[in-house]
Every structure is written in C-alpha cells, then in structure tokens.
C-alpha cells in the first residue's frame, strides 16, 4: 500500500489556517505497519486559546447565530456536497489514521447527520407563542454559544455526532480531534472555506488532554459535548461544576447481547459478531458480553469459538477483511492484558487470545472468545475497546438475564433475541440501556442515542440531539403584543 503522505502546518482558526505557536510535531501512524501517514504541529493550550477566541467572537458579533435556521440549513447542504466529493479521500484517511477496514470506512462520514439536521430546521419551532398560567409567552430555542466539540480517535466520522446539531442550532464551534486521529478534519476545514461559511464558525484544534482540558476550562466556552471514556468524562463534568458549564457526554460501554432460549441463534450470532467486532471492537456500542442460557451454553460457546476464529483479519485496505489492527500500542497491550485478567479469572479462551503469527509490525489483537465468563469478573465489567467476546451463562429464566443485563454500571446499547419478538420487547423494555435492539442490532439517526448511567449524559441524533445546543430563553409578552 503506497501511502499520499499528509503533512499539514498550521490549525484551522478563523476561517484559515492559522500558524502553531509550536516547532514540535506529531506523526501519525498507519497501525496496521506503523508507517508515518502524516504529521501535524503539535497544539498547545496558546493555539487553543486563539481558537476559544474566534468562536467567541464569530458567536457574539458574528452572522452565524443570528443567520435564520433555513440558511444555516443551505449551508450544512453545501458542507455535505463538498464532503460527499471528499468520501474516498476521507475513507482512506479513517483507514490509514485508525486502522479501520475501508469497507465500514466508506459509509462514516456522517455526511447524513449534515442532511438530517439541515432537514430538521423546517420542522423545529425556533420561536413559539405559548399560553402560559397567566398570559401569553415568547419560547424560544436559542443557541447555547460556544460549543467546545471533544471528540476519540476511534472514528473520525464521531464529530458529526455533534457539529451538524450545533451548527444548525446556530452555535459556533472549537472542535478538539485526538492527536492520532487530525488529519480527516483538514479536509473539513478545507470545505468549509470553500463553501463559505464565515470565519471563526468552526475552529480546530487536535491536540491530547492537557489542551482539551484547556477548553474545558475556558470561561468563553458555554458548552462541552465529549465523546470518550467514562474517566475522562467524569474529570470533565467535575472541572466543568465551578462554572455551571453545559455538558454533554457520550462515554463507554459494556453492552449485551441477549439470547433468550429460544433465540435464532442463525441470525442471532453472526450479527452479535459483528456488533461486538465493530471497527475492530474499537465502539462503544459493542457487543461485548453475550448472555446465553445454560440449556443452548455449549451450542452458542463452540458456534461463537468457530466463527470468530474463522474471521478475516488482516490488512485493512483490503475490502474483504472483517478486523483490522487496533489503534495503537497502548490500546492493544491493554487489550491483551484483559486477556490475561479473563484467564486469571478463570475464563477459557475458546478462540484467538493473542496477537496473530503473522504480524510483526502494527498492532493486532486477534479477536477473541472468553468462554465460562461470570458476570461479576473484569472482563464481563470493564470496557476492553477491542474485539474481546465474554460469553456468560445464565441459569432461570428472562428475569435472570435482565438483571444480569443491568448489572453494569453501563448503558449503552444492547440486542435481545428471542423467536418471538414479543417476549424479546417485554426484556428490552427492562433493560437500562440508551439504545436496544429487538433481533438485530441498529443504530438510526433519526432517533435519540445515548447512555443511561455511567454511558454519559444526554443525547446525540434525533430532534433531541438539537436540544444539546439549545438554549431556551421565555419572553413574557404584555396583553396586545
Ligand atoms: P479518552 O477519554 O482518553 O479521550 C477522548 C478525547 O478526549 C480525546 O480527544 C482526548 O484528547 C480528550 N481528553 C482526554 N482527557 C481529557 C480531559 N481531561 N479534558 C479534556 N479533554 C480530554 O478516550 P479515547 O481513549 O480517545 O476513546 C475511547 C473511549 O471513547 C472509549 O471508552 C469509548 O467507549 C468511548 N467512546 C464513546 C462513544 C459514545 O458515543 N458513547 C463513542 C466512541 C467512543
């Protein structure tokens, strides 16, 4: 593979790119073979600063938040065509920053989030006359300010979870990439100058924690929307009290697949397998621990130990591979390390639990089945970020697996499974989770998505992904107004 190396000098500030206030550099790494891909300056909280500064300014004597919604929808149009030019580009920058298979690269762009939310500005009361208890009253849906955008590397495409609501809600906006992941979003920037959209609107700025944390603290920003781990999330949400700041967080998870016994294990499996090895199990939506009755145990155990096993791991460029590297060398060492944990605790590993032969570059976990896994161990607990399935029996009947289910201080996702999907719906009404699916395991932008308990707080897509940046302001009006 012959790689159009990338090297890029500067953030984007203010509708330009702007010079660092830094020498110091950050290559980015291919994780399949380690291969330089690119290399951007490194940021430091100065560069965010300035960054902080034009959103601030584009937001209180800018056109954007008082630019009627309609137009600000034309423009969110106009930033999807150009994207929509970009999408082979932009796949290979997602496959060459993260190692994500270029099949499911190609289809995240969030180029439909652009659409929906511009779609959405027709429908939404911007400014409603209400009746209230005592007279007539202006509510109004108004921007929330500065939105500081905080987004993991594991799919560039997270940022459109975010940026289109904020834009259409009339937001300006400081996005924050992961230094492994920046490339993708000069791309973006380069759209964005192309169609117009006025300076300081979107502002960006990759960088690691410290200049996050940067953002996260400055007064001048109203709101932070964080994509990332629950750590992370909570230290953010607490910096974040002093000041009342809004936030928004969509955090980890450690969802399960639930097999009813009478579930189709035909269908009920491969598609278990591929929620749980989505993005080379690098998703917080993962399917990552399968909850099967003790009656079908050995049935799901040694089907899940043969299809995984079977999988096609390799290079991820190639269109027929399944997983691809994980993102780097902390994330795979941590992976095997989880690895170690289930076998310490005494789970048996029915199908990968390494690194596979072939490789001596990049950084590979061989997707793995942890079979005889109890729902109280680590590695049915804790979210391993790579393609590790925890398959855990249960003994009596559907109230078991709910409550099993539920014992997580996660809720994300989830699947239920049963042949008749009635009784599945009545489980997946119990399950305190964000997102479940009834025979199948689906994720539509056009509905609410988000995490109950330690998943996060809030909700991205949907017309309740607008509330995230919406400000609602009451007008008592006088009589005859
Ligand atoms: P992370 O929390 O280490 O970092 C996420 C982002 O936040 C990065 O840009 C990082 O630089 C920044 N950051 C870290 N600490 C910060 C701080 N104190 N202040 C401000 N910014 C800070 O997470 P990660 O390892 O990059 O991503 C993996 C995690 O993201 C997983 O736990 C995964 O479940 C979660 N995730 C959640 C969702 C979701 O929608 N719920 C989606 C994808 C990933």
Redesign the pocket.
């Known amino acids: 593979m012959t790689f159009d190396r990338r090297d890029i000098d500067g953030f984007f500030i203010n509708g330009a790119l702007r010079a660092p206030s830094s020498n110091e550099r950050i290559d980015v790494i291919h994780p399949a073979n380690e291969e330089v891909v690119g290399s951007v300056p490194k940021s430091t909280p100065d560069d965010m600063v300035a960054a902080v500064d034009a959103a601030r300014r584009a937001f209180d004597d800018g056109p954007w938040p008082r630019t009627p919604p309609q137009e600000r929808a034309e423009m969110l149009r106009a930033i999807a065509d150009g994207m929509e030019k970009r999408v082979d580009d932009l796949a290979w920058l997602s496959t060459a920053q993260t190692g994500m298979p270029i099949a499911l690269a190609r289809q995240s762009h969030g180029l439909e989030l652009l659409r929906f939310y511009a779609a959405l500005a027709n429908d939404v009361p911007w400014e409603e006359r209400r009746r209230g208890m005592s007279g007539d009253g202006l509510v109004r849906r108004t921007p929330v300010g500065v939105a500081g955008l ?6 560039p495409s ?1 940022l459109m ?1 975010k940026l289109p609501a904020a834009l259409i809600a009339g937001c300006t906006t400081v996005v ?5 992941t920046p490339l993708d979003t000069y791309v973006l920037a380069e759209v964005l100058q192309e169609v117009g959209l006025p300076p300081g609107v979107v502002n960006i700025v ?11 603290d400055d007064p001048a920003v109203d709101k ?1 929307s ?8 909570r ?2 949400m607490a ?1 974040l009290a002093g000041r009342i700041g809004r936030v928004s ?5 450690k969802s399960a697949s639930i097999l009813l016994d009478d579930a189709p294990l035909e269908s009920a499996l491969p598609v278990t397998i591929a929620g749980s090895c989505l993005n080379n199990g ?5 399917l990552s621990r399968v909850l099967a009755p003790r009656s079908r145990y050995e049935e799901v155990v040694d089907t899940l130990a043969a299809m995984v096993g079977g999988l096609p791991v390799g290079d991820p460029f190639d269109e027929s591979t399944f997983v691809g590297p994980v ?1 780097n060398a902390k ?1 795979r060492d941590r992976a095997l390390s989880y690895i170690d944990i289930g076998r310490s605790e005494g789970a048996r590993v029915v199908a990968g639990g390494g690194t596979p032969p072939d490789r001596d570059k990049g950084f590979w976990v061989q997707p793995t089945v942890l079979a005889d896994v109890r729902n109280d161990m680590r590695v049915a607990q804790e ?1 391993i ?1 790579a393609a590790v399935i925890s398959v855990i029996p249960y003994d009596g009947g559907d109230d078991t697996a709910v409550a099993m289910a539920n014992d997580s201080r996660y809720g ?1 996702s989830g699947a239920v499974w049963s042949a008749n999907p009635q009784r599945a719906l009545d489980v997946a009404r119990k399950i305190r989770t964000g997102t479940i699916t009834v025979n199948g395991f689906i994720y539509d932008i056009g509905l609410p ?3 109950f308990k330690q ?2 707080v809030g909700r ?1 897509w949907g017309l309740e992904g607008l509330e995230a940046y919406v400000e609602y302001q009451t007008i008592n009006l006088p009589e005859g107004l």
């Open positions: 905080i987004v993991p590397w594991n799919a997270l979870n924050k990439p992961s230094p492994e990759a960088g690691d924690a410290a200049v996050g944390q940067q953002l996260v932070i964080f994509t990332g781990s629950t750590e992370s999330g230290k953010i910096r967080l969509e955090l980890g998870g690098q998703a917080c939506i993962a993102v994330q979210e970020f994300l998505f988000g995490g998943s996060g991205e």
